[in-house]
C-alpha cells in the first residue's frame, strides 16, 4: 500500500488564525513563525478544536488498499469526510471477475478535516476494530509524523482511540488497549494522566512502543 497526504488548503495557519481573530473583531496579519512554533500553535488548535479549525483541508490517498478496509473507513461519515472510492464496476476493468473483498486492492482518497480524521481515529485505532484496518490508520498516522509539515506532525500527535479521550475502552467488550496504557504509563512516565494533554503526550509515545514491540514479536 502507498500513502500521499496532500494540503489543500494554501496557508492553513494563517486561514486558522485569521478566522480566530474574526471571532473576536481583530484582523490577524500574517505571520513568520519561528523554529517550532507552527507546531506548538497546532497543537494548541488541536487540543481547543474550535470549528476554526474546519478551515483546514486535505487529502489522504491510498493506493492497493484491501477493498474490505476501504468499506470500513468509508463509513466514517462524522464531521463530514469526503471519500472518493475506486470503482469495480466490470465495464470499466476490463470485465475482470470479482474477487473477494479481502482480496481485491483498489485506490482510496478521503478528504479530512482536522477534526473529522480524529473522529476516524477515536474509533479504527481501538483494539476492536479489525486489525488489518488499525494498522492501515496506524500507517497513516506515521506517514504524518514523517511529512515535516507542523500541521501533520501535531495531528498524528493527536491521533488516539477514544479511550484515552474517555478514560477506558466504550466498547461493549472492553478491548484491553488502555489497561495496558495505563501500566505504562505508570512504569515508564508516573506522569499525570487525568490531563488530558499529558495523555495525548504519552500515549503517542506508547502507540510508538506498542507498535514498535508488535513488529518485533
Ligand atoms: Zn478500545
Given at each position: 500500500?502507498?500513502?500521499?497526504?496532500?494540503?489543500?488548503?494554501?496557508?492553513?495557519?494563517?486561514?486558522?488564525?485569521?478566522?480566530?481573530?474574526?471571532?473576536?473583531?481583530?484582523?490577524?496579519?500574517?505571520?513568520?513563525?519561528?523554529?517550532?512554533?507552527?507546531?506548538?500553535?497546532?497543537?494548541?488548535?488541536?487540543?481547543?478544536?474550535?470549528?476554526?479549525?474546519?478551515?483546514?483541508?486535505?487529502?489522504?490517498?491510498?493506493?492497493?488498499?484491501?477493498?474490505?478496509?476501504?468499506?470500513?473507513?468509508?463509513?466514517?461519515?462524522?464531521?463530514?469526510?469526503?471519500?472518493?472510492?475506486?470503482?469495480?464496476?466490470?465495464?470499466?476493468?476490463?470485465?475482470q471477475k470479482r474477487k473477494p473483498s479481502d482480496e481485491t486492492y483498489i485506490s482510496f482518497m478521503m478528504e479530512h478535516s482536522a477534526e473529522s480524521w480524529l473522529e476516524l481515529c477515536k474509533q479504527r485505532l481501538c483494539r476492536s476494530t479489525m486489525k488489518e484496518t488499525r494498522l492501515v490508520v496506524e500507517d497513516i498516522i506515521n506517514a504524518m509524523a514523517i511529512t515535516e509539515i507542523p500541521f501533520f506532525e501535531a495531528l498524528a500527535e493527536f491521533s488516539a482511540p477514544k479511550c484515552i479521550y474517555r478514560y477506558g475502552c466504550c466498547e461493549r467488550l472492553q478491548c484491553g488497549y488502555f489497561n495496558r496504557f495505563l501500566k505504562h504509563v505508570d512504569s515508564v512516565?508516573?506522569?499525570?494522566?487525568?490531563?488530558?494533554?499529558?495523555?495525548?503526550?504519552?500515549?503517542?509515545?506508547?502507540?510508538?512502543?506498542?507498535?514498535?514491540?508488535?513488529?518485533d514479536s
Open positions: 500500500m502507498k500513502i500521499q497526504i496532500e494540503m489543500l488548503t494554501t496557508k492553513p495557519a494563517h486561514q486558522v488564525r485569521k478566522a480566530n481573530a474574526l471571532t473576536i473583531g481583530k484582523v490577524a496579519k500574517e505571520k513568520v513563525f519561528r523554529q517550532g512554533e507552527e507546531h506548538d500553535f497546532w497543537k494548541e488548535q488541536m487540543l481547543h478544536l474550535h470549528s476554526t479549525l474546519n478551515k483546514v483541508r486535505f487529502n489522504i490517498i491510498l493506493k492497493d488498499v484491501r477493498a474490505d478496509v476501504v468499506s470500513q473507513l468509508v463509513r466514517h461519515t462524522k464531521k463530514a469526510p469526503i471519500p472518493t472510492v475506486q470503482s469495480s464496476r466490470p465495464d470499466w476493468n476490463g470485465g512516565f508516573g506522569g499525570d494522566r487525568n490531563d488530558i494533554k499529558t495523555r495525548f503526550y504519552m500515549h503517542d509515545c506508547f502507540s510508538v512502543t506498542e507498535q514498535r514491540e508488535n513488529r
